[in-house]
């Protein structure tokens, strides 16, 4: 697949300066300590996930949505093709994928999680608060044979109580409808084992406004962020950023517990 998306790659050893800090600004900081959990009130949970819009949105569009990575059209890969690619390079951030295990925080219709299972993970859950993505994701599995090895459930993902840590924790596409994203990452990072991959829709793209206006029709909220804010964010939840970089209109991040 071809690499389209813009600006360079930033490596490990670049993005301090990436960022604007320099090394030495980069072994003087002092990170702040992750945040302690938190108790959320019923109004917090719905507000920052359960938003009824959102759910509804993705009832709404779940076989479209999926049809984009089963069949995508012309248009589809001209427009969203920054979609494809955080797949691939989601995929090849975590190969070699045998014995591990995945949690797919908005798991979808579960193309990542189908995909990580027949690349060799030994175990996949996704989580995902719309039904009928959650139905599609395990009609895909069932379809390509990996179902035994993935579990797909419709519950809140911050309220849920997983009983395990995961190698690799995915959250692709899911924060472009979260309000507040630090208690998502927070709770991400507990249980995380070894990496943390998630994607944030850039700010100043022209697609930004297109997509705000297109979303606000259905009722549906997105937000977008800056490089800044994205690398704040996974900061003050308590990650090590190894990459950050641009992918199309998205930022593509991966990132370690400290």
Request: aromatic share 12%.
């Amino acid at each position: 697949m071809p690499r389209f998306w813009s600006g360079s790659r930033a490596s490990c050893s670049a993005w301090p300066a990436h960022f604007g800090l320099s090394r030495r600004d980069e072994s003087s900081r002092r990170l702040p300590a992750p945040p302690k959990p938190q108790t959320l009130t019923r109004k917090d949970i719905r507000d920052m996930q359960d938003a009824p819009s959102v759910r509804q949105h993705f009832q709404t569009v779940a076989a479209s949505f999926d049809s984009i990575y089963a069949s995508p059209s012309l248009l589809d890969r001209i427009f969203r093709r920054d979609m494809y690619e955080r797949f691939q390079r989601t995929l090849e951030e975590c190969r070699p994928l045998g014995g591990k295990s995945v949690l797919d925080v908005g798991c979808g219709s579960g193309r990542y999680g189908v995909a990580f299972a027949e690349g060799g993970a030994r175990e996949v859950v996704g989580v995902d608060f719309a039904p009928k993505m959650v139905d599609l994701a395990l009609d895909n599995a069932r379809r390509a044979g990996v179902i035994d090895r993935c579990k797909f459930i419709a519950v809140p993902f911050l309220t849920h109580p997983f009983d395990q840590r995961f190698d690799y924790v995915l959250a692709v596409g899911f924060f472009d409808y979260v309000e507040d994203p630090l208690p998502f990452l927070a709770k991400s990072r507990e249980l995380t084992r070894a990496k943390f991959i998630a994607t944030f829709p850039r700010l100043f793209t022209w697609r930004a406004p297109t997509r705000k206006l297109r979303l606000a029709l259905r009722k549906c909220p997105v937000f977008f962020y800056t490089r800044r804010r994205v690398l704040d964010l996974m900061t003050r939840a308590g990650f090590s950023v190894s990459r950050l970089e641009p992918c199309g209109t998205l930022y593509w991040v991966s990132g370690t517990p400290r």
